[in-house]
């Protein structure tokens, strides 16, 4: 079967196999011309004609029509020397096999019908009232040729198998790198904006407690620092719990649900209020509550980060706004400030194309940039919401009372 399966032109040690073959069939055609039919054994001239007929079979793969016709010049002589016909037959099969079953059908079906045409002027030169020869000589041809197309579609078949499983197979380590990647950005997207935004926080909130510190140091003012270190140690608990939930993710990734809760529009209050800690005027508008979690923690992620922004470049103080409400199939959230904006000259960082990436990871889109009038800057996004698929009425029971009697 593994001979049958490979393509015959790929096949291992092909001459070396071919010639031991061109010399098994030689040796079988010499002892049926010696053991069978004494009256038409071959002379020296017939001897070196089936030799002849022989030898080309040891490229056999390389040109099979060539090979064939080389095969077939010197078996005719033999045959119109009226030597033992059935010597070169299974040489002549072997060559016809060869170019069914690596060729063309129309090809194929033309040198059969040129050796059946052959094969019947033969018969009737040498053989008139031969007619069970002639049938045979027929059948043989017919039965090798349609043997050889046979194996040649079956091995087409087992090709495209091969071919389909292996391009299952790259498709399944394609999937699989892709999914990795997908995974490998979202975890840099959250510890970006984790640590980005923990971190300006900190960074403001120990501005303060330096400034209180520093300011007047006669009339310290103790209550201040105490509130500026206990904000301080409240973000750093928040920051490490967010840090351990997203760690969890690459240490634990048999977990049904590695990702643990994911964060949603009831922690914009909390963000909200952290920004504020650190010296923004925040107002929030949430008119939004049932939006799938997907788009609640993209939500989240870009106010996060857009709050994160204008702490750390809308200057001192900065007024920031955040609407976020939901529609017919979509919510919409956007967040204004009246700062400065970030330095045109700074060095670039990743949160506009994080937001962007969270926005695009849900199917929506978003737009930041200068508010008109060149004063604040904008974070809008519209993301859609599907509707959930609706829960099937239950099916209407009708009761027959039963009547008396």
């Known amino acids: 079967m593994a001979a049958i399966n490979r393509d015959p032109s790929a096949a291992p040690h092909a001459d070396r ?10 040796t079988a055609a010499a002892c049926i011309a010696l053991l069978t039919d004494e009256g038409r054994r071959p002379d020296a001239v017939g001897w070196a004609l089936l030799l002849a007929g022989h030898v080309p079979l040891a490229r056999r793969r390389h040109r099979p029509l060539l090979v064939f016709c080389l095969v077939a010049v010197p078996v005719a002589g033999f045959h119109a020397l009226d030597h033992n016909h059935s010597a070169p037959v299974p040489a002549t099969m072997v060559a016809l096999y060869t170019i069914a079953s690596t060729g063309t059908v129309r090809r194929t079906l033309a040198v059969g019908a040129a050796v059946i045409g ?30 050889g197309i046979d194996v040649r579609y079956y091995r087409q ?37 984790l640590l980005a935004h923990s971190i300006t926080l900190i960074g403001v909130q120990t501005s303060v407690a330096a400034h209180v510190l520093t300011a007047d140091p006669e009339r310290l003012d103790r209550a201040a620092v105490a509130k500026a270190l206990d904000d ?18 690459l240490r634990e990734q048999d977990t049904p649900d590695a990702r643990g809760p994911l964060p949603g529009l ?32 993209a939500a989240y992620r870009i106010v996060q980060e857009a709050l994160t922004n204008a702490v750390r470049h809308a200057g001192p103080e900065p007024s920031v706004r955040v609407e976020v409400h939901a529609e017919r199939g979509a919510l919409r959230l956007a967040v204004t400030d009246d700062g400065t904006g970030p330095d045109p000259d700074g060095i670039p960082g990743f949160g ?37 698929p609706p829960v099937p009425a239950a099916p209407l029971t009708t009761v027959t009372p039963e009547r008396d009697g």
């Open 17 to 26: 196999n071919d010639t031991v073959l061109a010399a098994v069939l030689f």
């Open 118 to 147: 052959l094969g019947l002027t033969m018969n009737a030169l040498t053989n008139p009232e031969g007619m069970g020869e002639l049938l045979r000589i027929t059948g043989w041809v017919v039965a090798v040729l349609f043997c």
């Open 157 to 193: 078949y087992v090709a495209s198998i091969v071919e389909r499983a292996e391009r299952a197979e790259r498709t399944r380590e394609e999937e699989a790198r892709r999914r990795v990647a997908e995974e490998r950005l979202r975890v840099a997207r959250d510890l970006h904006d």
């Open 232 to 249: 301080i140690a409240e973000t750093c608990r928040s920051a490490r719990g967010e840090l351990r939930t997203t760690l969890e993710v």
């Open 266 to 297: 009831h922690g914009l209050p909390d963000l909200a209020e952290a920004a504020r800690l650190a010296g923004a005027r925040v107002d929030l508008s949430v008119r939004a509550d049932d939006v799938p979690p997907a788009v609640g923690a």
């Open 352 to 388: 506009l194309v994080g937001m962007r990436e969270r926005a695009r990871s849900v199917g929506g889109t978003l737009d930041a940039g200068p508010r008109g009038g060149g004063v604040g800057f904008e974070v809008t996004a519209v993301m859609p919401t599907p509707a959930p």
